[in-house]
């Protein structure tokens, strides 16, 4: 389209270039410089149009815009634990409770005494309950095989709390009977309750 332009141009500049020269035929109205310029470019115009009219240029394709994909957010990986409801605490149940835990004799702890022999009897417990044994729990002889020999009743004179030891001490001596004895004892309350697990049991033989 632009060599047919130039070329436009030359045959313009010739007409112009010729319109210059005096000619010997019958003389031709000379036309105006301006206006066969203006002619020219009108000219070259219009087959510039026709030309574009011919041979559209294509018309481009409006690309697609691509749009970023945007983060899904993914289910967590670890399920949660379930959440457990609260449990209760356990009331404490006040209980009464003693435990046995030895018989000996003193100053020798011996299982065979001659009639007559005067020894110490010592009984120990825990108090394994919740409940303090307050002074005035009583330790009892109540039953028995053979002679009895024994301090039959002591009292506590002081408090035992829960997880607390306690030692009753009674006198005793070898009995004239000779062979086997026990002795079995039980610790009350001051109210006189048996206190569970308080039972006691020494035995001897007299010989």
């Known amino acids: 389209m632009t060599g047919k332009f130039l070329l436009m141009l030359l045959l313009a500049s010739s007409l112009l270039a010729g319109c210059g020269t005096p000619a010997t035929a019958t003389p031709v109205p000379t036309l105006d410089q301006t206006t066969l310029v203006a002619a020219a470019v009108k000219t070259i115009s219009a087959q ?3 030309e574009a009219l011919r041979n559209p240029s294509p ?23 379930p959440t457990l409801p609260p449990t209760e605490t356990p009331t404490q149940v006040v209980a009464l409770s003693a435990q ?16 007559n ?4 009897l010592a009984m120990g417990f825990k108090n394994t309950g919740t409940i303090t044994w307050e002074p005035g729990y009583r330790f009892k ?19 035992i709390a829960p997880g607390q030891k306690v030692e009753f001490n009674l006198w005793a001596f070898g009995s004239e009977m000779l062979g086997d004895h026990v002795w079995v004892f039980q610790l ?11 039972v006691g049991v020494f035995s001897y033989k007299a010989i």
């Open 48 to 50: 510039i149009t026709e």
């Open 59 to 81: 018309t481009p394709i409006p690309t697609e815009t691509l749009v970023p994909p945007t983060a899904t957010s993914l289910p967590p990986t670890e399920t949660p634990a």
């Open 100 to 115: 046995f835990l030895y018989a000996a004799t003193y100053p020798e702890n011996k299982r065979e005494y001659v009639p």
């Open 117 to 120: 022999y005067k020894f110490g």
């Open 141 to 159: 002889l109540v039953s028995h095989k053979g002679e009895i020999t024994v301090q039959p009743e002591v009292e506590l004179g002081q408090s």
């Open 188 to 198: 009350y309350t001051s109210q006189g309750v048996p206190v569970p697990g308080g």
